[in-house]
């Protein structure tokens, strides 16, 4: 079974694609990782190893530091959990909110700091899997108005020119252990990996219906399952620079600007601090992934959940598509759905406000 195919994307580029934007990715321990390998390609080209993986609420994570709750709060598996990250440099900015759920009071205080403070150039967001096993068995409809109320009101608050996109949750392994599946919800494990692709199919029609963009993660990495680690829920390093890529490739597209050549200037894996990307006309296209630097964290966990062919694994994911054959074919071979035409990019914008943003 092939692998997921992208364009690798590395420091340099990322560094200047990124140049005086404000990042904030919202979501589970997933995200969380989307986060933290994001935050690390801007500092050098290189991998999470496991402890950075598998470690939550550290005070500081590769020069982040740790706002609120984690370690300065109570350590649990429960809803109440909270963590905000924060990565900060004199022209990146990159926030993480750890969310068990796509909309609740917790969120609306998110986003009243959206729209009375520092607004984002680019949210990264997903919330599925807390959603559908912890607060009620019968997830559907409360589900659905959640992510109906959560994308109206994002959409309200933020500009025009912000670049949304609602990450897809990854495929779940059969056999789920670990943190996450605390005894009150065990009974629930076999069943999650469906309720996740239901669930998927709701956030991607809502996403796409409010005019963000959405990443088909499911799809994606549906092939890459000796990636994903053996808890049946988390994925390896491997992958999440994959996830990297792929979001900072449609980031570029969106812009309307190519992203550098890796060999356009020196002294860019010091850590320095490179100069914005020029405005380009987009000429970006999916081309083969290629591993970027030489991997040497833990080895993939091969999990496989016994699919015995691909039109087997593909039958039941598309079990959807009769519902809107355009819209699943759309997503399932172009990865990204563009609901708008080329957003502004002025790499200065913010910069004087980004100076004086209160407390963070």
Same mark, same amino acid.
């Given at each position: $079974?092939?692998?997921?195919t992208?364009?690798?994307?590395?420091?340099?580029?990322?560094?200047?694609?990124?140049?005086? +934007?404000? @990042?904030?990715? !919202?979501g589970?321990?997933?995200q969380?990782?989307v986060y933290k390998d994001? %935050?690390l390609?801007? *500092?050098?080209?290189?991998?999470?190893?496991?402890?950075?993986?598998? #470690?939550?609420?550290?005070? #500081?994570?590769?020069?982040?530091?740790?706002?609120?709750?984690?370690?300065?709060g109570?350590m649990?598996?429960?809803?109440?959990?909270?963590?905000?990250?924060?990565?900060?440099? =004199?022209?990146?900015?990159?926030? &993480?909110?750890f969310?068990?759920?796509?909309?609740?009071?917790? $969120?609306?205080?998110?986003?009243?700091?959206?729209?009375h403070?520092?607004?984002?150039? %680019?949210?990264?967001?997903?919330s599925?899997?807390?959603?559908v096993?912890r607060?009620?068995?019968k997830?559907? #409809?409360?589900?659905?108005?959640n992510?109906?109320?959560? &994308?109206?009101q994002?959409?309200?608050?933020?500009?025009?020119?912000?670049l949304? $996109?609602?990450?897809?949750t990854?495929?779940?392994?059969?056999?789920?252990?670990?943190?996450f599946?605390?005894?009150?919800i065990?009974f629930?494990g076999?069943?999650l990996?469906?309720? %996740?692709?239901?669930?998927?199919?709701?956030?991607?029609?809502l996403?796409?219906?409010?005019?963000?963009?959405?990443?088909? !993660?499911?799809?994606? &990495?549906?092939? #890459?399952?000796?990636h994903? $680690?053996k808890?049946?829920?988390?994925?390896?390093?491997?992958?999440?620079? *994959?996830?990297?890529c792929l979001? !900072?490739?449609h980031a570029? *597209?969106?812009?309307? @600007?190519e !992203?550098?050549s890796?060999?356009?200037?020196?002294?860019?894996?010091?850590?320095?601090?490179?100069a914005?990307?020029?405005?380009k006309p987009?000429?970006?296209s999916h081309?083969?992934w290629q591993?970027g630097?030489?991997? =040497?964290?833990?080895?993939p @966990?091969?999990?496989?959940d016994?699919?015995?062919?691909i039109? *087997?694994?593909s039958?039941?994911y598309?079990? &959807?598509?009769?519902?809107?054959?355009?819209?699943?074919?759309?997503?399932?071979?172009?990865?990204? +759905?563009?609901?708008?035409?080329?957003?502004?990019?002025?790499?200065?914008?913010r910069?004087?406000?980004?100076?004086?943003h209160?407390?963070?």
């Open positions: $079974m092939g692998e997921t992208t364009r690798n994307v590395t420091h340099y580029q990322a560094s200047q694609l990124l140049h005086n +934007k404000f @990042v904030v990715v !919202l589970d321990s997933i969380r990782s994001l %935050v390609l801007l *500092q050098r080209d290189s991998y999470l190893n496991i402890s950075q993986l598998k #470690s939550k609420g550290e005070l #500081s994570f590769e020069h982040d530091c740790l706002i609120e709750g984690g370690r300065q109570q649990t598996n429960g809803t109440e959990y909270r963590e905000v990250r924060q990565y900060r440099t =004199d022209h990146h900015l990159v926030r &993480f909110y969310i068990t759920r796509v909309f609740s009071r917790y $969120m609306q205080s998110i986003l009243a700091d959206f729209k403070d520092l607004k984002p150039d %680019v949210v990264i967001v997903n599925c899997l807390w959603d096993s607060y009620s068995r997830w559907v #409809s409360e589900y659905k108005e992510l109906h109320q959560f &994308f109206a994002l959409k309200a608050i933020l500009p025009a020119e912000s949304v $996109m609602w990450n897809m990854m495929p779940l392994g059969k056999n789920i252990i670990g943190g599946l605390v005894p009150e065990e629930m076999p069943m990996r469906f309720d %996740v692709i239901e669930a998927n199919f709701y956030g991607a029609k996403a796409n219906a409010y005019g963000l963009d959405v990443l088909d !993660l499911h799809f994606q &990495f549906r092939f #890459s399952l000796h994903r $680690m808890d049946g829920v988390h994925w390896n390093a491997v992958a999440h620079r *994959q996830i990297t979001v !900072l490739a570029a *597209q969106a812009w309307g @600007v !992203l550098p890796n060999t356009s200037t020196a002294g860019t894996h010091d850590g320095s601090v490179c914005p990307l020029n405005m987009s000429t970006f081309t083969a591993y630097p030489q991997y =040497d964290g833990y080895k @966990v091969f999990y496989e016994g699919f015995d062919s039109s *087997q694994l039958a039941g598309l079990s &959807f598509v009769n519902n809107d054959r355009n819209t699943t074919h759309n997503a399932n071979n172009f990865v990204m +759905k563009q609901k708008h035409p080329k957003r502004q990019y002025k790499p200065y914008a910069l004087q406000q980004r100076h004086h209160k407390n963070y």
